[in-house]
């Protein structure tokens, strides 16, 4: 058993479980495990299962395209400014990662098939590591959440050093672990908390092994306006079955009612989550819809604030957009791909602000990263002068005092 799976087995009674279970299942998944359930179940009445009556020419015309990973990453890669064998490197990373977008190469099997140097292979795989969907590229789960947190600002905590013991925190139990590395309990459970907010397979959302996608989110124009809906024409409809509840009723029976109650009240639940979702998600990056997915108009967005837009708990929205796709006026996307979590510039996400350095550093030579600092400030983009030197030195650009004397 996982850590993971210690922290919701403890922690979540029978609904949250039964809610968690359906919330992030796209739609494929989600019919099979109804019908499934219907299926054991003589109290669950599944009136209608609307993929199954469906032929291969139909869901073609009803699925959309899957995003592919590569391509998201080339973008991101492309517009990051970085040149010669670092990109060279990054990009062999991208095509190297395995189906769950960890990189299984060392740093000298990356250097050797790039013909980079190590020091320029290093610096491909952290450039990758920074890409969105935070965690791809990374050489173990430990990382991968290492990645997300760090992101998220929170390196000191304790969630971040548990990513250092998530082997031991599995085999001795969260009880036992506590005890004996003296934590309070409460303490590791709020940080167990955390790491179930991470995300363990980030590159999920993107095409794989299959092509098509059923988006479940809708973004559309209604005259000068946009709205969201849900699109749920595809959902299995279920419901509590009329029989007849009698005093002598079974214990099987009576679970079996139970757990049938709990499924139509989880479907209920997470359709309510998708739909405030969407209203959250057109709220929040309104303008890079209305500028037709042009990804500078992305505003910061993270898991958390969107979890209060939302009105529930930052694992609820991990959940929530899980293989979750939107259908818009410029094509089908990926819904995580609308959370754009790096903190620090306000209005833009961090590839846009990168290029704009790199346009500022550009066009005025001989400015210092504090003049660059300033002028970003004047663009509503807040930036510290050591965040332009570390962006500066991302895209592979010398300091004012070097290129002056070039």
């Known amino acids: ?141 430990g990382e991968r959440f290492r990645l997300q947190l760090d992101e998220a600002g929170e390196r000191g905590s304790l969630a971040f050093a548990l990513t250092f013991e998530l082997d031991a925190l599995a085999a001795e139990g969260s009880a036992s672990f506590a005890s004996a590395r003296e934590l309070a309990f409460d303490e590791l459970a709020r940080a167990l ?99 037709g997915g042009d990804p500078r108009e992305l505003l910061p967005l993270s898991g958390r604030e969107l979890a209060r837009e939302v009105g529930c708990a930052e694992s609820t929205i991990s959940r929530a957009i899980t293989a979750r796709y939107a259908a818009t006026p410029f094509g089908t996307i990926s819904v995580r791909s609308l959370i754009a979590r790096r903190p620090g510039a306000v209005g833009v996400t961090t590839a846009a602000v990168r290029h704009r350095v790199s346009e500022l550093i550009q066009s005025f030579p001989q400015s210092s990263d504090e003049v660059i600092a300033r002028a970003l400030r004047l663009s509503g983009i807040r930036l510290a002068r050591r965040t332009v030197a570390k962006y500066r030195h991302e895209l592979g650009l010398a300091s004012s005092r070097e290129r002056g004397r070039t």
């Open 193 to 291: 908390r955390r790491l179930r907010a991470c995300d363990p397979d980030p590159a999920r959302d993107f095409a794989r092994t299959v092509d098509r996608v059923f988006p479940e989110i809708v973004i559309e124009r209604d005259g000068d306006s946009l709205i969201s809906s849900i699109d749920g024409r595809f959902w299995p409809d279920v419901r509590l079955a009329s029989l007849e509840v009698t005093r002598d009723l079974s214990q099987p029976m009576r679970t079996a009612r139970s757990r049938a109650r709990l499924i139509v009240e989880a479907l209920t639940r997470r359709k309510t989550t998708l739909e405030r979702l969407a209203v959250a998600l057109l709220d929040r990056q309104r303008n890079y819809f209305i500028s």
């Open 1 to 141: 058993m996982s850590m993971l799976e210690i922290g919701i087995r403890t922690e979540l009674g029978p609904r949250l479980r039964t809610y968690a279970t359906l919330l992030p299942l796209g739609l494929g998944d989600l019919d099979a495990t109804i019908a499934h359930e219907a299926a054991d179940n003589p109290w669950l009445e599944l009136v209608n299962r609307p993929l199954s009556g469906l032929g291969g020419d139909e869901l073609r015309t009803i699925a959309a395209p899957g995003p592919s990973l590569l391509d998201h990453l080339e973008a991101q890669l492309a517009a990051s400014g970085v040149r010669g064998a670092v990109l060279r490197a990054a990009r062999y990373v991208s095509e190297a990662l395995d189906e769950h977008a960890y990189l299984r190469d060392d740093i000298a099997t990356v250097a050797r098939c790039a013909d980079a140097t190590q020091a320029q292979a290093s610096q491909a795989v952290a450039l990758v590591q920074r890409c969105e969907p935070t965690g791809v590229a990374a050489r173990s789960l």
